[in-house]
């Protein structure tokens, strides 16, 4: 398996916490990314990061901040948590963002997050 | 906007059939398109990626086709096993991003012995 932990792995939070998840990778890939996926949905973008400090927002960024001051450490902050954030969230690593390769190379385990 | 749909959402077969798992795209404007599996508990595995300019792609039991003008993939398993149980998610590339992989819900294989 490549070396990809997130913490936790479950996580129960009241309503307007601010939660921290951490996606901790030995690879040193420059490419990460967060992603939650929901019963009856595909797995959505939330964040990314292309290098120390680079990041972007995805699809579903509202809600969420990110840092990654270090190469191996991605995090995603929920300032305040709602119950429409529970969730399985997932980290993902990738070595290129080429198009030829185009690949998020590398799944975490999940981290479910249950708010309420 | 594109939107990737799996159908069926779950199927059960007996062990050593051959079967076939769908996905359906809306733009056919992708750069590839990946298929995953996911075991209850754990990450995603990359099963295999076909880009734009393929058809298909094999790896072991597994072949994955892709015809872009009608906005179709399968993933073909042959002789399927126990532990080919997994949710199988396809996911495309947008043309117009270099980081979203669009995703389908999955199919939720079981295979009995």
């Known amino acids: 398996d490549a070396g990809i932990t997130q913490s936790p792995r479950h996580k129960v939070t009241e309503t307007g916490t601010p939660v921290t998840l951490r996606c901790h990778q030995t690879e040193n890939h420059r490419y990460m990314y967060w992603y939650r996926q929901d019963p009856g949905h595909g797995l959505r973008l939330i964040h990314y990061s292309y290098g120390v400090k680079d990041t972007d927002k995805g699809e579903v960024s509202d809600g969420y901040s990110v840092s990654r001051s270090k190469t191996e450490d991605f995090l995603l902050t929920l300032e305040s948590a709602t119950s429409s954030q529970t969730s399985v969230y997932f980290c993902a690593i990738s070595e290129s963002k080429d198009r030829v390769i185009g690949t998020e190379a590398f799944f975490g385990q999940g981290t479910r997050l249950t708010v309420v | 906007k594109q939107e990737v749909t799996q159908i069926p959402a779950a199927l059960s077969v007996p062990e050593g059939e051959n079967l076939v798992l769908n996905c359906s795209f809306t733009d056919s404007a992708i750069y590839n398109l990946q298929w995953f599996r996911q075991d209850p508990g754990k990450g995603l595995t990359s099963l295999l990626l076909i880009q734009s300019s393929q058809r298909e792609q094999t790896s072991g039991r597994l072949n994955a086709s892709l015809d872009k003008s009608s906005g179709r993939s399968t993933l073909y398993i042959a002789a399927s096993q126990p532990g080919d149980s997994a949710t199988y998610l396809c996911?495309?590339?947008?043309?117009?991003?270099?980081?979203?992989?669009?995703w389908g819900a999955g199919t939720k294989l079981i295979i009995k012995p």
């Open positions: 996911a495309v590339r947008r043309m117009d991003s270099n980081y979203q992989l669009i």
